[in-house]
């Protein structure tokens, strides 16, 4: 059975667009709406999926705009269902807004903000409960990679999830971003991630369900551009991108229509 070719936006925290800022600069309500338009008008091949996933104060305004059959995703999600919890959102809000995807375990959160297998795990847990899909991040660092532990560390990473969310995955995507090739220009390269990704599904063949095995997207995410698109999406195991700085340009259509 053919896997739906899924391509997610990060915006992360700086937003930029080409017509009205520079690169660095952190977004605005009219640079959000640029991107929009730009994949609203645009030719998007019906077969892929695409969630973009602006910062958090631009979730409602990318819902109201964005073309209906293009969902967004959250950058974060609490895991907890409401409460004193200064500065979190729920699932439940969420949801009240339109937003059916949340992004967890992203590294950035895992590295800067100390997020633990077992937090993103819950996260996951409480997302996916609440009805909303998951775009789950896991991937090593360059130290990890050079010890020969990729592989290690990304099926522990899965396996906090596994234990909390039990055989049901048919609402994540997971994302294998290497650390060592985020925003830093440097993609794995075809073969690196190919295999990466064979062994993630391997993994959920053999931990999770020979069904988990056969439907759960696995997309890519590290330095996704519209030139090295191409020849990732050729690969066996790769079901799409996550992609960061080249979803705020006007190429994200490009990437998305990889494969057509
Ligand atoms: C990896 C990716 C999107 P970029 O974080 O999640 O970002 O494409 O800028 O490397």
Redesign the pocket.
């Given at each position: 059975m053919a896997r739906q070719f899924f391509v997610?936006?990060?915006f992360?925290m700086s937003v930029f667009y080409p017509s009205t800022l520079e690169k660095g600069q952190n977004g605005t309500v009219q640079s959000i709406k640029e991107i929009i338009e730009n994949l609203n008008n645009a030719k998007i091949d019906e077969n892929v999926e695409v969630v973009i996933s602006p910062p958090t104060i631009y979730l409602l305004l990318t819902r109201e705009h964005l073309r209906s059959g293009l969902e967004v995703a959250a950058q974060n999600v609490f895991n907890k269902p409401n409460g004193a919890f200064t500065g979190e959102i729920s699932v439940s809000q969420l949801k009240d807004s339109g937003i059916t995807w949340a992004?967890l375990g992203?590294?950035?959160r895992r590295t800067i903000l100390s997020e633990s297998d077992d937090f993103v795990a819950s996260k996951t847990k409480a997302a996916l409960d609440g009805g909303l899909g998951v775009i789950l991040?896991c991937g090593e660092s360059l130290e990890q990679r050079e010890a020969e532990k990729t592989i290690e560390v990304v099926t522990s990473q899965l396996k906090a999830v596994a234990d909390a969310v039990g055989k049901d995955w048919s609402k994540i995507v997971i994302?294998y971003?290497p650390i060592w090739?985020?925003?830093?220009?440097k993609?794995a390269s075809t073969e690196q991630a190919q295999e990466v990704h064979k062994a993630i599904r391997e993994w959920l063949k053999k931990e999770v369900s020979d069904e988990a095995a056969e439907k759960t997207r696995i997309i890519y995410?590290?330095?996704?551009?519209e030139k090295n698109c191409g020849e990732l999406a050729k690969q066996e195991d790769i079901d799409g991108?996550?992609?960061?700085?080249?979803?705020l340009k006007p190429a994200f259509v490009d990437i998305i229509n990889a494969k057509s």
């Open positions: 997610g936006g990060n992360k992004l992203h590294s950035e991040c994302a971003e090739a985020i925003g830093t220009g993609v995410g590290g330095s996704v551009n991108f996550l992609v960061g700085g080249a979803s």
